[in-house]
């Protein structure tokens, strides 16, 4: 699930935050490798992510995010990035 809103804009600039919430599981079972191989399966991770967007030009957005996961917190982070539409 996923929402985002433009809280500012002027001319070529605008702001837009938005949150994501995911739940996601790559390991819910295994093919069976025989006694004692086959990995045990894994609970489904919960990610929320809040962001923010700074349009500064038509074609380009600053992106800025901080990631929170629920069964692994290792994993929870801050990303930065840029996008550019060509």
Known sequence: ??????????????????????????????????????????????????DENFQFSPNMVLKADYQRFRENADLNRFNLGLGWSF
């Open 1 to 50: 699930m996923q929402g985002a809103y433009k809280v500012w804009s002027h001319e070529d600039y605008a702001l837009s935050p938005f949150a994501r919430w995911e739940q996601y599981n790559t390991a819910k079972s295994y093919a069976d490798l025989g006694p004692g191989l086959t990995p045990d399966a894994a609970r489904a991770e919960r990610v929320v992510t809040v």
